[in-house]
């Protein structure tokens, strides 16, 4: 059974950076399709970065440039560095499993019924 554990959100202030970690068990890591999705309240789910087995990574233009997404598939460990953090960022974000790899090749990075998901972690920017 596929789990996911994120961490490292928080609150920080706008230009800031955090570092999300999201520690994967229960499958073979290294053979899905990885990434993150956020969810500001009152918004859907949307997704902002994926990552395939080779390394090739997709973003959602709002956060080009400033977040960078990588995974350790000798520790089933995926991670999003943010930086330049802005309000606009404020959300729960969410690691993602998907063996379809739909998310990683799919034109708008958007969520299919394959993928697994975590608990999220909260990060708040302020202005």
């Known amino acids: 059974q596929v789990h996911l554990a994120e961490s490292g959100g928080g609150s920080v202030q706008a230009g800031e950076s955090l570092r999300l970690s999201c520690v994967a068990s229960?499958?073979?890591?290294?053979?899905?399709?990885m990434g993150w999705f956020r969810q500001a309240p009152g918004k859907e789910r949307e997704g902002i970065a994926a990552?395939?087995?080779?390394?090739?990574?997709r973003y959602a233009d709002s956060v080009k440039g400033r977040f960078t997404i990588s995974r350790d598939n000798a520790k089933n460990t995926l991670y999003l560095q943010m930086n330049s953090l802005i309000p606009e960022d404020t959300a729960m974000y969410y690691c993602?499993?998907?063996?379809?790899?739909?998310?990683?090749?799919?034109?708008?990075?958007?969520?299919?019924?394959?993928?697994?998901w975590g608990q999220g972690t909260q990060v708040t920017v302020s202005s």
């Open positions: 993602a499993a998907d063996p379809s790899f739909a998310f990683c090749i799919v034109a708008g990075l958007g969520i299919n019924d394959h993928i697994n």
């Open positions: 990552i395939d087995v080779d390394g090739s990574a």
């Open positions: 229960g499958y073979t890591y290294s053979s899905y399709c």
